[in-house]
């Protein structure tokens, strides 16, 4: 570039020695004065006392330079001898500086180093700045032509970085990283002390968990929580002071987001997720949301003090505002993205625990309308549950519990009811193949099981929603306004209506797709309940049938309400006959009561049928109470006679038993063995069994087999 001013001078001289002299002496005073003399291989202005140009010199110089037609190449020519003074010079000597932090082991030390190395750089380049104002100075008054003064500072600068970071050793990130992570936790120390001396993050907060560790921790410990050194030489305050210094070299230098960038993201990313771990892992019945919001807050201050300089002195700047914007966006998609994890993660023992665990999902769901995870918590969740519940050593009962936890938990996480649907599905898929799944299911709609009691809840809802009709119906009755579209991964093929309103029963019945099993095992476990439980509520069974029918229909629960009419009767027609029986004289009462319950058979389910040849005073007494029956039924048809031969459960042989032996207590061998002969080869092991309660040991001693 000389070169070709020189040959300019010459061409000039040629004609006239006076304008080459004057070109050449202008040329040599903006070269002198726009860079420093060293980077032109000449001697320091303070070495040979000359004193620099002033500006309206320099000025006057570019006059004539523009004269000739020079001025288009000022500017390449000072970005070349940057660049090569940067590459020959300052780069070197800069990283000189930072490779003595090998021999600095503690953080002050090293702030100090980085501190100096950063000052030493801009000394160096502190001419070329001064320099570059200059031009751009003179490019806004056009006296220069080039890319204009925006571009050649952006010029400048890109050259700048692209020089000294173009490949940047690792411990120089290590210690960048390091330090800043100390500078961010003297700042939040700083904070929590506030004015008077008091943490705000623990202000009425020491009822949590954490708080109350972190509280007498930090009074216990003989540490500062924010430099780390001891609290006697606490510098905290100094190690603030200096970062406000080293902040404003960068910020001059324009090497402010290309040294602490790196560093500052990896910091947050680091203290975020330590913050998490310890306040949130595990804590389901409350919400952190507002408590990191504020604490984000704080976050974003530390950022302004890292890249704004918003001091009095130095007000933001609108490219300043905008890196602050876009440094809270980025924390907070951060803590968004990290806290839905952590949640996923901990989603089968949050479900498990619902509805103590109510904040935890409602977190969740405010995370993920920000995030997009949803994929991520279909997978997590469906291999938590084939993991840790859907395999032989957990029960049918605790597998539908935790299905019902999961229905409640996740329409309050997902209102559309899809990741309930595709989450969900491998749970419905084994509850299946259980063997138990419908009688654990009935029993839990009436009461009868203690693991699954949310179902009788809810059964007696008031406003239940019906089986009958199937709810295929897309009308929505809500307001227009107020619709939602499913999600993207919803099936298209399923009604959004039915999966919204579906509840809990509805989703449980559907596992077969049929009510018909429900209200056959129903029916199954109220004959049982009825013929052989003694102690059963007639007023709660009656409860039960009229909340079945608003789910199931009036027509399917039709049997089980003839079924409870025949108990009904069947208690008053054997109060009647008592009451008949007692107003006789005592020599004409029967020597024991008979009880029987008249049953509609094409009501009842089927039962076992077996033959029972009674003994012949059971039989007498039997006659005697059909006879007694037939004079008080009324309106019932059919059962007019009654045959001696008794069709009845097996307990029916058990009283008869114990009967036959309260008659007689010393039998021959041979009549022991021959009053078996009425019983069913079933029923051998049942009366053996009686007879041991009752006392008859010489039965065995008589030579009766062992596999009676």
């Given at each position: 570039?000389?070169?070709?001013?020189?040959?300019?001078?010459?061409?000039?001289?040629?004609?006239?020695?006076?304008?080459?002299?004057?070109?050449?002496?202008?040329?040599?005073?903006?070269?002198?004065?726009?860079?420093?003399?060293?980077?032109?291989?000449?001697?320091?202005?303070?070495?040979?006392?000359?004193?620099?140009?002033?500006?309206?010199?320099?000025?006057?110089?570019?006059?004539v330079l523009r004269s000739q037609g020079l001025h288009s190449v000022l500017e390449e020519w000072f970005v070349e001898v940057l660049q090569n003074d940067l590459q020959a010079n300052i780069s070197p000597e800069f990283w000189n500086a930072i490779s003595q932090r090998e021999k600095s082991a503690?953080?002050?030390?090293?702030?100090?180093?980085?501190?100096?190395?950063?000052?030493?750089?801009?000394?160096?380049?502190?001419?070329?700045?001064?320099?570059?104002?200059?031009?751009?100075?003179w490019t806004r008054l056009g006296l220069l032509m080039g890319t204009g003064a925006q571009?050649?500072?952006?010029?400048?600068?890109?050259?700048?970085?692209?020089?000294?970071?173009?490949?940047?050793?690792?411990?120089?990130?290590?210690?960048?990283?390091?330090?800043?992570?100390?500078?961010?936790?003297?700042?939040?120390?700083?904070?929590?002390?506030?004015?008077?001396?008091?943490?705000?993050?623990?202000?009425?907060?020491?009822?949590?968990?954490?708080a109350r560790r972190r509280y007498y921790r930090l009074l216990q410990s003989p540490l500062c929580a924010g430099c780390g050194s001891d609290k006697q030489q606490c510098w905290c305050r100094q190690a603030l002071e200096q970062f406000h210094q080293l902040s404003q070299v960068l910020h001059k230098l324009n090497l402010l987001e290309r040294v602490s960038a790196e560093a500052v993201t990896t910091t947050l990313h680091q203290v975020t997720r330590e913050r998490m771990e310890d306040r949130c892992r595990g804590e389901y019945e409350r919400s952190f949301l507002r408590e990191f919001h504020k604490w984000i807050e704080r976050v974003v201050g530390w950022l302004g003090k890292v890249f704004l300089q918003d001091s009095p002195t130095r007000p933001a700047s609108p490219e300043a505002g905008n890196t602050l914007r876009r440094w809270r966006c980025h924390v907070q998609r951060f803590f968004y993205r990290i806290y839905a994890s952590l949640r996923i993660e901990e989603l089968f023992s949050i479900i498990r625990d619902f509805p103590d665990s109510r904040p935890a999902i409602e977190d969740l769901k405010y995370c993920l309308e920000r995030t997009d995870q949803r994929q991520q918590l279909l997978v997590s969740l469906k291999a938590a549950l084939e993991t840790r519940l859907l395999h032989p050593?957990?029960?049918t009962c605790d597998i539908i519990t935790l299905y019902i936890s999961a229905i409640k938990a996740l329409r309050v996480l997902d209102p559309s009811m899809v990741i309930l649907e595709v989450a969900c599905?491998?749970?419905?898929?084994?509850?299946?193949?259980?063997?138990?799944?419908?009688?654990?299911?009935?029993?839990?709609?009436t009461g009868d099981s203690d693991g699954t009691g949310d179902l009788?809840?809810?059964?007696?809802?008031?406003?239940?929603?019906?089986?009958?009709?199937?709810?295929?119906?897309?009308?929505?009755?809500?307001?227009?306004?107020?619709?939602?579209?499913?999600?993207?991964?919803?099936?298209?093929?399923?009604?959004?209506?039915?999966?919204?309103?579906?509840?809990?029963?509805?989703?449980?019945?559907?596992?077969?797709?049929?009510?018909?099993?429900?209200?056959?095992e129903y029916r199954s476990l109220l004959a049982d309940r009825l013929l052989h439980?003694?102690?059963?509520?007639?007023?709660?069974?009656?409860?039960?049938?009229?909340?079945?029918?608003?789910?199931?229909?009036?027509?399917?629960?039709?049997?089980?309400?003839?079924?409870?009419?025949?108990?009904?009767?069947?208690?008053r027609i054997n109060a009647n006959i008592r009451e008949e029986d007692e107003k006789r004289p005592v020599e004409e009462q029967p020597p024991f009561g008979v009880y029987a319950v008249i049953l509609s058979s094409e009501f009842w389910p089927p039962f076992k049928d077996e033959k029972l040849e009674?003994?012949?005073?059971?039989?007498?007494?039997?006659?005697?109470?059909?006879?007694?029956?037939?004079?008080?039924?009324?309106?019932?048809?059919?059962?007019?006679?009654?045959?001696?031969?008794?069709?009845?459960p097996v307990m029916f042989a058990q009283p008869c038993t114990c009967l036959v032996w309260h008659l007689q207590r010393s039998w021959p061998c041979s009549q022991k063995v021959g009053q078996l002969s009425w019983l069913q080869p079933s029923q051998h092991t049942t009366f053996i069994s009686i007879c041991g309660i009752l006392g008859a040991s010489p039965l065995r001693a008589a030579g009766v087999p062992e596999g009676l």
């Amino acid at each position: 570039m000389e070169a070709e001013v020189a040959e300019v001078a010459a061409a000039a001289g040629g004609c006239d020695p006076a304008p080459g002299q004057e070109l050449s002496v202008a040329w040599n005073t903006v070269s002198t004065g726009l860079v420093p003399p060293a980077a032109l291989g000449l001697a320091s202005s303070r070495t040979s006392g000359a004193v620099p140009p002033k500006e309206e010199e320099l000025r006057a110089a570019v006059e004539v330079l523009r004269s000739q037609g020079l001025h288009s190449v000022l500017e390449e020519w000072f970005v070349e001898v940057l660049q090569n003074d940067l590459q020959a010079n300052i780069s070197p000597e800069f990283w000189n500086a930072i490779s003595q932090r090998e021999k600095s082991a503690d953080e002050p030390q090293c702030l100090l180093l980085l501190l100096d190395a950063f000052g030493l750089l801009e000394s160096r380049l502190d001419p070329y700045l001064c320099s570059l104002e200059l031009l751009e100075k003179w490019t806004r008054l056009g006296l220069l032509m080039g890319t204009g003064a925006q571009g050649l500072r952006e010029k400048v600068h890109t050259m700048l970085r692209g020089v000294l970071f173009f490949s940047t050793p690792r411990t120089f990130q290590e210690m960048v990283q390091r330090l800043y992570g100390r500078f961010l936790r003297v700042y939040m120390q700083s904070k929590r002390k506030g004015e008077g001396g008091t943490d705000p993050e623990l202000e009425g907060e020491l009822d949590s968990r954490y708080a109350r560790r972190r509280y007498y921790r930090l009074l216990q410990s003989p540490l500062c929580a924010g430099c780390g050194s001891d609290k006697q030489q606490c510098w905290c305050r100094q190690a603030l002071e200096q970062f406000h210094q080293l902040s404003q070299v960068l910020h001059k230098l324009n090497l402010l987001e290309r040294v602490s960038a790196e560093a500052v993201t990896t910091t947050l990313h680091q203290v975020t997720r330590e913050r998490m771990e310890d306040r949130c892992r595990g804590e389901y019945e409350r919400s952190f949301l507002r408590e990191f919001h504020k604490w984000i807050e704080r976050v974003v201050g530390w950022l302004g003090k890292v890249f704004l300089q918003d001091s009095p002195t130095r007000p933001a700047s609108p490219e300043a505002g905008n890196t602050l914007r876009r440094w809270r966006c980025h924390v907070q998609r951060f803590f968004y993205r990290i806290y839905a994890s952590l949640r996923i993660e901990e989603l089968f023992s949050i479900i498990r625990d619902f509805p103590d665990s109510r904040p935890a999902i409602e977190d969740l769901k405010y995370c993920l309308e920000r995030t997009d995870q949803r994929q991520q918590l279909l997978v997590s969740l469906k291999a938590a549950l084939e993991t840790r519940l859907l395999h032989p050593g957990v029960n049918t009962c605790d597998i539908i519990t935790l299905y019902i936890s999961a229905i409640k938990a996740l329409r309050v996480l997902d209102p559309s009811m899809v990741i309930l649907e595709v989450a969900c599905e491998p749970i419905r898929r084994y509850l299946r193949t259980r063997e138990d799944t419908v009688r654990q299911i009935v029993a839990g709609l009436t009461g009868d099981s203690d693991g699954t009691g949310d179902l009788a809840v809810e059964l007696s809802k008031t406003d239940p929603a019906s089986l009958e009709t199937g709810q295929d119906s897309e009308d929505d009755s809500g307001e227009p306004e107020d619709w939602v579209p499913d999600p993207v991964d919803a099936d298209p093929g399923k009604s959004s209506s039915k999966r919204r309103s579906s509840d809990i029963i509805s989703l449980l019945v559907s596992i077969y797709g049929s009510k018909d099993l429900f209200i056959n095992e129903y029916r199954s476990l109220l004959a049982d309940r009825l013929l052989h439980q003694f102690s059963f509520s007639p007023e709660r069974e009656i409860r039960n049938v009229e909340l079945l029918k608003l789910r199931f229909g009036e027509a399917p629960m039709h049997f089980c309400e003839v079924m409870l009419k025949d108990m009904a009767d069947s208690r008053r027609i054997n109060a009647n006959i008592r009451e008949e029986d007692e107003k006789r004289p005592v020599e004409e009462q029967p020597p024991f009561g008979v009880y029987a319950v008249i049953l509609s058979s094409e009501f009842w389910p089927p039962f076992k049928d077996e033959k029972l040849e009674v003994p012949e005073d059971i039989r007498a007494a039997l006659e005697v109470y059909c006879k007694k029956y037939e004079k008080l039924k009324v309106c019932l048809v059919g059962l007019s006679t009654v045959q001696p031969t008794v069709s009845a459960p097996v307990m029916f042989a058990q009283p008869c038993t114990c009967l036959v032996w309260h008659l007689q207590r010393s039998w021959p061998c041979s009549q022991k063995v021959g009053q078996l002969s009425w019983l069913q080869p079933s029923q051998h092991t049942t009366f053996i069994s009686i007879c041991g309660i009752l006392g008859a040991s010489p039965l065995r001693a008589a030579g009766v087999p062992e596999g009676l």
